[in-house]
């Protein structure tokens, strides 16, 4: 415990009051929440960057939020690498047929040979898809749903459910059904994945290697071609 000058006993940091609040469910753990789940999925990167700064003002641990320090950060790199790539890949040749999504996405087809758009379209995947929407819909929100509903079995299959059923629904209005139903399947994966792990690294590499794939499958016009490597 630290002294004031007039040798008054000062609070020690966890007793923060504005920690405390920030922390807690009252109107300004309310508010910051809200905030954060409403401005994390439309202007990324800035939802991650505030996911940050809740922490360090909350004085919320780093790994309470997913970061943790991996056991291995190489195994954690490939892993993650070698998982994105083939995700989407599973997803793009059996998963999304299967549910009837087009051959290519029109969304994003404006990237096909599109160079200049690329450099771009890369930041927005690392920054924002791998390293924003895993801050928000996974460390942040299982933080404070696991506040709520607690972390027991049950209640972790629903927030993995709740989040990935969001991550679908802000998809959506951009790639409509096929983008949301996509999202709702990653959602669900990477969710699993962060609830028996509870560290970001992984979900966040294979996160960023599952879009750059989709982003080199869409620039040399290959979308069709594995969209049909086993449905023909």
Same mark, same amino acid.
């Given at each position: 415990?630290?002294?004031?000058?007039?040798?008054?006993?000062?609070? *020690?940091?966890?007793?923060? +009051?504005?920690?405390?609040?920030?922390?807690?469910?009252?109107?300004?753990?309310?508010l910051?929440?809200?905030?954060?789940?409403?401005?994390?999925? =439309?202007?990324?990167p800035?939802?991650?960057?505030?996911?940050?700064?809740?922490a360090?003002?909350?004085?919320?641990?780093?790994?309470?939020?997913?970061?943790?320090?991996?056991?291995?950060?190489?195994?954690?790199?490939a892993?993650?690498?070698v998982?994105?790539?083939a995700?989407?890949?599973? /997803?793009?040749?059996?998963?999304m +047929?299967?549910?009837?999504?087009?051959?290519? #996405?029109?969304?994003?087809?404006?990237?096909a040979? #599109?160079?200049?758009?690329? +450099?771009?379209?890369?930041?927005?995947?690392?920054?924002?898809?791998?390293f924003?929407?895993?801050?928000?819909?996974?460390?942040?929100?299982?933080?404070?749903?696991g506040?709520?509903?607690?972390?027991?079995?049950?209640?972790?299959?629903?927030?993995?459910? !709740?989040?990935?059923?969001w991550?679908? !629904?802000?998809?959506y209005?951009?790639?409509?059904? *096929?983008?949301?139903?996509?999202? !709702?399947?990653?959602?669900? =994966?990477?969710?699993?994945?962060?609830?028996?792990?509870?560290?970001?690294? /992984?979900? /966040?590499?294979?996160?960023?290697?599952?879009?750059?794939?989709?982003?080199?499958?869409?620039?040399? #016009?290959?979308?069709?071609?594995?969209?049909?490597?086993?449905?023909?």
């Amino acid at each position: 415990m630290t002294t004031t000058r007039e040798g008054a006993s000062a609070p *020690p940091r966890s007793d923060d +009051p504005i920690a405390r609040a920030l922390r807690g469910f009252g109107p300004l753990g309310i508010l910051t929440t809200l905030v954060i789940f409403a401005s994390g999925p =439309v202007l990324e990167p800035l939802g991650g960057l505030l996911v940050l700064a809740w922490a360090w003002r909350s004085r919320t641990p780093w790994p309470e939020i997913g970061f943790a320090r991996p056991r291995s950060w190489t195994l954690t790199v490939a892993v993650g690498i070698v998982f994105g790539i083939a995700f989407k890949l599973a /997803m793009k040749a059996i998963v999304m +047929p299967l549910l009837g999504a087009p051959d290519i #996405n029109p969304a994003y087809h404006y990237l096909a040979g #599109n160079s200049a758009a690329v +450099p771009g379209m890369m930041f927005d995947i690392v920054a924002g898809a791998g390293f924003a929407e895993e801050a928000v819909f996974r460390g942040f929100a299982f933080e404070r749903l696991g506040k709520l509903f607690g972390r027991g079995r049950a209640a972790t299959v629903l927030i993995v459910v !709740l989040t990935s059923v969001w991550f679908g !629904l802000v998809h959506y209005p951009v790639q409509k059904l *096929p983008g949301a139903e996509q999202a !709702l399947i990653t959602g669900l =994966v990477f969710g699993t994945i962060y609830a028996f792990t509870r560290r970001l690294w /992984m979900p /966040m590499i294979a996160h960023t290697a599952f879009d750059l794939t989709a982003l080199w499958l869409i620039y040399w #016009n290959l979308e069709a071609r594995v969209a049909h490597l086993i449905f023909r």
